[in-house]
């Protein structure tokens, strides 16, 4: 499976930006997809996620500010993100995964998403 991300870019505070995920290959329908973010000396960590069925959860930095969306058929998750912060500046990776099963967990290569203040 790859995951292909694509929507980073510079943003003022207050900005918007869109991301998005397209995974191919021997891509598991009813997989977890989602998106992390890794800052400058942190770890990296979850921001939100939807299931096959279209249950979201979402970090609770993101305060109502993204919404994740996912089109099953074309096998794509998006991250719309509003409100943008300077913290949220980070390196952002959407990864597919199935709860319970190691062998089904894969990552994209991460986008830039830089928020100037």
């Known amino acids: 499976v790859q995951l292909q991300a694509s929507g980073g870019g510079l943003v003022q505070a207050g900005g918007s930006l869109r991301l998005s995920c397209a995974a191919s290959g021997s891509v598991v329908s009813n997989a977890v997809m989602g998106w992390y973010r890794q800052a400058p000396g942190k770890q990296r960590e979850l921001v939100a996620s939807v299931t096959s069925g279209g249950t979201e959860n979402y970090a609770d930095f993101v305060e109502d500010r993204f919404t994740i969306s996912r089109h099953n058929l074309k096998n794509t998750v998006d991250l719309q993100m509003s409100s943008l912060k300077p913290e949220d500046t980070a390196v952002y990776f959407c990864?597919?995964?199935?709860?319970?099963?190691?062998?089904?967990?894969?990552w994209g290569q991460g986008t830039l998403v830089t928020v100037s203040s």
């Open positions: 990864r597919s995964w199935i709860r319970g099963q190691p062998y089904y967990n894969y």
